[in-house]
Structure formats: structure tokens, C-alpha cells
């Protein structure tokens, strides 16, 4: 979990500071253009399932500080720039293997990476409710109508996230409302106050149903 928060983090700061240094740069700038690409290849790496199948062992301390690195960074200094995030992302590379390119996450005409931000972020939230659940002695894992959930839940999430990426869909404002404040904040509510087991499952069963409802699943 900690790496996984890490990982966000560091994706919010370094698309914050290229948002900037393009404002800085000529339109075109192939160098630019470059560094966004990579960076939005690393960084879809992590948004795959299977990246986070078995533990990943990280250097906190190293990663922690290249994110700080880069949030001091001189926008108008864009080889310095890229310098910088570039030691940040070979860092990231070493923990995940690649994965196939897919269009930009920094794409600033689309609102389709702040939906894909708060897909993840509520997918974080709910993994850490699953996990306090764990640890007060209920393991959601073992109850079948939660496993029914929890896996349309992962087909629901996967099918919207490659939509999304691929730029088969575009999100709209009202949507993104919706999954990323009134959703978002029911999970952050239920991670700070454990609600009864069967109240987080109505939930997100609920969830389901607002998710299918954007993007539904191919018949």
C-alpha cells in the first residue's frame, strides 16, 4: 500500500510540473514531447493488475526524495528538467516489468486522466477498507457474495481504465463528479469509519452499478 501511494504521488507531482513546463516551451518541443510519452509509460505500468501479483521491493527513501527533486525543479530549465525526471522514472522502471504504449496520461484536452486518477484512487481506498476488515478478524475474501462483487468490480474497473487509455470513451465532468467526489467520498468515509461488512457491500455493489452504467461491460 505504501508504494502504491507513492506511486500516485508521484504521477499527480510530475504531470502537475510537465503541465508547466509545457507552458514554458515552444509548442512541438520534441524533447518535451519525449519525457511526457516515457513518463506516461512508466507510469501505466503500475495501473495493471498483475503489476502488483507478488510484493515489489522498493527504496522509499530514494523515491520519496527524486519526488521532491522534481517538485523543485526549474520549469524554464527543461534539460535540468528532464535530468531530474528521468531519474525518477528509471527508478520506477526496475519495479515492474513493460507494458504495451498506450495514448498519454498527460493529456491536457481530456478529462480522461483525472477519471482514471480517481478510478485508482477509489480502487486504493477500497483495497485498505478489504484490508481493515482483514485485520479486525472478517475476511471478506471468504464471503461468496462478496467475491461476486469484488470480481465484476475488477472486470467493471479494467473494461473503463482500457476505454479510458485507449480513447474509446471521453469522461465528462458529471461523471467524473460523481466517481471521483461522491463516490470517493463514500470510500474515504468507510476507510476512516469501518462500516458493517454488509453496508460496505451494498455499497459497492452500488458502485458497480454506477460504473456499468458509464462504461458497461461488452456483451
Known amino acids: 500500500?505504501?508504494?502504491?501511494?507513492?506511486?500516485?504521488?508521484?504521477?499527480?507531482?510530475?504531470?502537475?510540473?510537465?503541465?508547466?513546463?509545457?507552458?514554458?516551451?515552444e509548442e512541438g518541443n520534441e524533447e518535451l514531447d519525449t519525457l511526457i510519452d516515457e513518463a506516461s509509460n512508466v507510469f501505466q505500468r503500475f495501473d495493471r493488475v498483475d503489476a502488483w501479483s507478488s510484493p515489489i521491493e522498493f527504496d522509499e527513501l530514494l523515491l520519496r526524495q527524486q519526488i521532491l527533486s522534481i517538485n523543485k525543479a526549474e520549469e524554464t530549465d527543461l534539460p535540468a528538467f528532464a535530468e531530474t525526471m528521468n531519474a525518477l522514472l528509471e527508478s520506477l522502471k526496475g519495479l515492474v516489468p513493460e507494458q504495451p504504449r498506450a495514448r498519454s496520461?498527460?493529456?491536457i484536452n481530456s478529462l480522461n486522466p483525472q477519471m482514471e486518477e480517481a478510478l485508482l484512487k477509489n480502487q486504493r481506498l477500497i483495497d485498505d477498507i478489504v484490508e481493515k476488515f482483514r485485520e479486525a478478524g472478517e475476511n471478506l475474501g471468504q464471503l461468496p457474495e462478496y467475491q461476486e462483487v469484488s470480481e465484476h468490480q475488477q472486470n467493471l474497473i479494467s473494461n473503463y481504465l482500457e476505454k479510458l487509455r485507449n480513447n474509446d470513451l471521453q469522461a465528462n465532468s458529471v461523471d467524473l463528479e460523481i466517481i471521483n467526489v461522491n463516490w470517493g467520498g463514500i470510500f474515504e468515509a468507510m476507510n476512516e469509519n469501518l462500516p458493517p461488512s454488509g453496508k460496505f457491500i451494498e455499497y459497492s455493489a452500488g458502485y458497480n452499478e454506477e460504473v456499468e452504467g458509464i462504461c458497461p461491460l461488452a456483451a
Do not use: G
Open 1 to 25: 500500500m505504501r508504494l502504491k501511494a507513492i506511486i500516485h504521488d508521484a504521477k499527480m507531482i510530475c504531470r502537475h510540473k510537465l503541465l508547466l513546463v509545457q507552458q514554458q516551451s
Open 105 to 107: 496520461l498527460f493529456d
